[in-house]
């Protein structure tokens, strides 16, 4: 059975720092490409930042590029978000997701087993 467990969410003030954790088991964690998303109360579920699974390439939402960083250790089954210069609107639920195809999947659709979130609350 496939888990997703995220860590490291918390309440930060404006322009501070967070680092997300994500450790997956039960899959083969070094084939599988991996994202983060994030759901704001009252909007949809979001894309937010994606890494292939041998880290050769990193996409990011325009809202978060240049602040935020996914980086992965496959010998630790861990994807990470590094996230710097936080706002107020970066408020949400963070949860990792894994995908198995070809590219980094921006859609929601397109990832195949998802966390449980962690809360990251970015006071103003």
């Known amino acids: 059975q496939v888990h997703l467990v995220e860590s490291g969410g918390g309440l930060v003030q404006a322009g501070g720092s967070l680092r997300l954790s994500c450790v997956a088991s039960?899959?083969?964690?070094?084939?599988?490409?991996m994202g983060w998303f994030r759901q704001a109360p009252g909007k949809e579920r979001a894309f937010v930042a994606g890494?292939?699974?041998?880290?050769?390439?990193?996409y990011y939402a325009d809202s978060v590029k240049g602040r935020f960083t996914i980086s992965r250790d496959n010998a630790k089954n861990t994807v990470y978000l590094q996230m710097n210069s936080l706002k107020p609107e970066d408020t949400a639920v963070y949860t990792c997701?894994?995908?198995?195809?070809?590219?980094?999947?921006?859609?929601?659709?397109?990832?195949?087993?998802w966390g449980q979130g962690t809360q990251v609350t970015v006071s103003s």
């Open positions: 890494i292939k699974w041998n880290s050769d390439y990193t």
């Open positions: 039960g899959l083969t964690f070094s084939t599988y490409n």
């Open positions: 997701a894994a995908d198995q195809t070809l590219g980094i999947s921006r859609t929601v659709n397109g990832y195949d087993y």
